[in-house]
């Protein structure tokens, strides 16, 4: 064997051992129960119930993504909630093949046919849609057309100033919801819950879970997900 063959497979069998269950280190890993956030939840829950659309932003790795994952998920039946990432989806075809319902055997539909379908969905069921980093949608009319049509919107962003981004109308129909950096006690509880879930117990202690959360002060103190990989 070669020796860097040697030391990938030997770092393997190490990480084998620490890792209980990587599936609580993934991105996509939604957590049961979010940490430090209970007045995030209650607000955009709130305005998801009272139909009320939401601009959701703070920094990079502040769980704004996770947040609302959390929250469509504890919505009732009667929502038909659908989270959007435009980095993926950032046309307004794509946007819309993921909000509106698939057609029994339709297999190409225009966006017009797409609209008309969910102008009709609308009226007995109540769309919420997530445009996570809406910034990076090409056409941002989109947002209008969902707020005219009835959807409630939950906009994500990273930046403040993508609120420019859009028009005053629009804007006077949004909530805002700031959400701040976690502080690195708050990041220390994170990642100590997450380490509960993951590692082998004998891996780590305390002392390392604080120093690390410490560490991500002051520039990333808020970015959990770097914390917890
Ligand atoms: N309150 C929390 N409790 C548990 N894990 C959290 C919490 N907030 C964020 N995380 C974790 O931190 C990481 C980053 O969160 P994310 O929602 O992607 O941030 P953002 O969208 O603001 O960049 C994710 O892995 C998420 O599971
Ligand atoms: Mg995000």
Redesign the pocket.
């Known amino acids: 064997m070669h020796v860097k063959d040697l030391k990938r497979s030997s770092e393997h069998s190490i990480m084998s051992k620490l890792i209980v269950e990587p599936e609580y280190l993934s991105?996509s890993?939604?957590?049961e129960?979010?940490?430090?956030?209970d007045k995030e939840i209650a607000e955009l829950l709130g305005n998801a119930r009272n139909f009320v659309s939401t601009l959701v932003y703070?920094?990079?790795?502040?769980?704004?993504?996770?947040?609302v994952?959390y929250v469509f998920k504890s919505l009732s039946g009667k929502f038909v909630p659908r989270y959007i990432d435009c980095s993926i989806y950032p046309t307004t075809y794509s946007v819309l093949k993921e909000v509106v319902p698939r057609g029994p055997l339709i297999l190409a539909r225009s966006n017009y046919e797409l609209i008309k379908e969910l102008k009709r969905e609308v009226k007995d069921k109540r769309f919420i849609v997530c445009l996570?980093g809406f910034e990076k949608l090409r056409e941002k009319d989109l947002i209008r057309k969902l707020l005219l049509l009835g959807v409630t919107l939950v906009l994500?962003t990273?930046e403040e100033e993508n609120v420019s981004l859009i028009t005053d109308d629009v804007r006077s129909r949004l909530g805002v919801l700031r959400?701040n950096p976690?502080t690195s006690e708050?990041v220390f509880d994170?990642l100590k819950?997450?380490a509960e879930k993951a590692l082998v117990r004998w891996s780590y202690t305390d002392d390392l879970l604080r120093k690390i959360s410490l560490g991500f002060l002051p520039v990333n103190s808020?970015?959990?997900?770097k914390?917890?990989v």
């Open positions: 991105e890993y939604l957590p129960k979010l940490l430090h956030r703070g920094p990079y790795g502040s769980g704004k993504s996770t947040l994952k996570d994500v990273d959400v976690y708050q994170i819950a997450r808020t970015n959990c997900m914390a917890s």
